[in-house]
């Protein structure tokens, strides 16, 4: 029988009572532990001094690491340093790809003789905030020019050889749209019918008496002025000014007539394309109410510099309390005394594409004088009114639309919101450094040729390239129409807030249908266009 440890044994000694057992010995030939009540305290003071020893331990070890890490991480600074500076001094592929200086940033010209540049406020802030660099130096070595008045006879000789990488935010011959009397004259749809004077005299004449009650205004060519007078009071010999009907009849809200002001962009004129800002729309109202009304009272119907904001009309401040825009209260307030808006939007985007199609070959025999077309866009703003039977009419397009908010502060976030959906459109939000552009690499990275490939079903049994359906298959495609398609492809990747008038938008089912007869005249490039976003709608209905 084991004796049993007394119970002020110092249960230490276990450790050398295993040790015994497992050499042989018995419990017998052991002597009693010399331990007692004095074992109690050695065992804490050991236990603590191990406690002591182990942390100390730990801190030095974690010393070690963190200097060695300091140290490891030094070296590879001083390696990466090293080799960089061997780059910047060897003619290497990497080098020319990838170490850009950190100044070279591309750079916008702004050009605006004519205009005080603090209006251009929101043009600054927008390509600041993407990173440009903004001079008005015309002699600098610019990648995008913003002029805010007509280029090109001042800066003719640098326009005409831009390189491919420079882009221009005029169309040349934008004003057979922006000047008053082309726009009346150009048989667009919704354009109150318009007269020159004195050339058209006799026209106007004959068609006042058809329509006895007919009232027209007089406007002059270059400036805002216009006039409420009778035919008989009018100079129909002038040579400065014609005549166009006035629309008495407009719609009003809160009894007050307004316009509605459409930010439209141009991408390429041969082929076609235009887009929209569809964020949103600028509204002006009148400074008061159109009824009774005075033909002597202007401001009654004649939308001026101070206008009555949207957010003043009362029938729509609720909806500009929540945070709504401009086009969605508008929309709101006419679905909420039953009218349907959507077709006020459709006669815009067809008024539109009429006056580009109408001039298009003006602009394109224009657009010939320069070595590269697809330097330019533009953006204007076309302005509209509604009269009170849905009809839309077309009075004006701004070459140069405002976009300076000091008149009315809370117009700052459309301004803006249009400049990037138009610069992200047109690719400049996305900028690609210019030293990369004319890289065949880079280019494909963005658009390749397998992108923009339309019909597979069709194009591996065509042989003939004369036939219509082959045209649009590889081995048929020009490299000039390969390079109009693949900017419109990237126009589709970039719209944003944009959205297409031109080619027009469709349902797989009209795309079909083929062309509409409407649009049987149009130019080979521009049916081969059409037919292209057709074949896109067809394969995935985002192109539609």
Not at 278 to 301: I, K, M, T
Not at 514 to 528: C, D, F, H, R
Request: with cysteine; glycine share 4%; aromatic share 12%.
């Amino acid at each position: 029988m084991r004796r049993r440890t007394p119970a002020g044994e110092n249960k230490s000694s276990a450790s050398s009572k295993n040790s015994g057992e497992e050499d042989g010995e018995t419990d017998k030939t052991k002597k009693p532990s010399s331990g007692g009540p004095s074992a109690q305290p050695n065992f804490v003071m050991a236990f603590i001094a191990t406690i002591i020893s182990v942390i100390f331990l730990g801190v030095v070890l974690i010393a070690f690491n963190v200097n060695g890490l300091q140290n490891l991480n030094s070296e590879q600074f001083k390696l990466l340093l090293k080799v960089t500076e061997e780059l910047k001094l060897q003619d290497c592929p990497v080098k020319q790809q990838y170490l850009l200086p950190n100044d070279d940033k591309p750079t916008l010209l702004i050009w605006s003789p004519r205009m005080d540049l603090k209006h251009l406020k929101h043009v600054y802030s927008v390509f600041d905030r993407m990173g440009y660099h903004i001079t008005e130096d015309n002699t600098s070595n610019w990648d995008v020019l913003w002029a805010h008045d007509y280029p090109f006879q001042a800066l003719q000789s640098s326009l005409r050889n831009l390189k491919p990488n420079q882009r221009v935010n005029k169309l040349p011959g934008t004003g057979y749209i922006t000047t008053k009397v082309s726009l009346a004259t150009s048989g667009g749809l919704g354009i109150p019918p318009a007269f020159r004077l004195p050339d058209d005299k006799e026209q106007l004449l004959e068609y006042a008496h058809k329509n006895p009650k007919a009232l027209f205004v007089e406007k002059n060519n270059d400036h805002r002025s216009v006039f409420f007078k009778p035919i008989e009071k009018i100079n129909l010999d002038s040579k400065d000014n014609f005549v166009q009907e006035f629309i008495a009849n407009p719609l009003l809200i809160s009894g007050h007539k307004f316009d509605i002001g459409v930010y439209t962009i141009v991408t390429s004129i041969d082929p076609l394309r235009i887009y929209k800002f569809d964020g949103d729309v600028l509204f002006r109202y009148c400074e008061e109410p159109y009824e009774p009304f005075n033909a002597s009272n202007v401001p009654q119907y004649v939308i001026g510099e101070d206008y009555l904001p949207a957010w003043k009309v009362p029938a729509l401040q609720k909806y500009a309390e929540m945070s709504y825009g401009f086009k969605e209260s508008f929309d709101a307030h006419l679905k909420s005394i039953g009218k349907n808006p959507d077709s006020i939007w459709d006669q815009v985007d067809k008024a539109i594409a009429s006056v580009y199609l109408s001039r298009e070959k003006d602009f394109a025999a224009l657009l010939s004088r320069y070595k590269n077309k697809r330097n330019f866009f533009e953006m204007v703003r076309f302005d509209f009114i509604v009269d009170e039977n849905f009809k839309v009419h077309l009075l004006e397009a701004n070459m140069s639309p405002n976009l300076s908010s000091m008149h009315y502060p809370p117009n700052a976030l459309l301004y803006e919101q249009v400049l990037y959906s138009l610069l992200s459109l047109v690719g400049i939000s996305s900028y690609l450094h210019p030293p990369f552009q004319p890289n065949a690499e880079v280019s494909n990275m963005v658009v390749a040729n397998r992108n923009i490939m339309t019909s597979p079903e069709v194009c591996v049994n065509c042989d003939d390239c004369s036939k219509p359906e082959c045209q649009l298959c590889a081995p048929c495609l020009k490299e000039d129409f390969v390079a109009d398609i693949k900017k419109a492809y990237k126009e589709h990747l970039n719209r944003f807030r944009c959205r297409r008038i031109f080619p027009p938008r469709m349902t797989q089912a009209e795309a079909k249908l083929g062309i509409p007869q409407e649009y049987a005249e149009l130019s080979t490039k521009n049916i081969l266009q059409y037919r292209w976003f057709q074949a896109k709608c067809l394969m995935d209905d985002v192109w539609c």
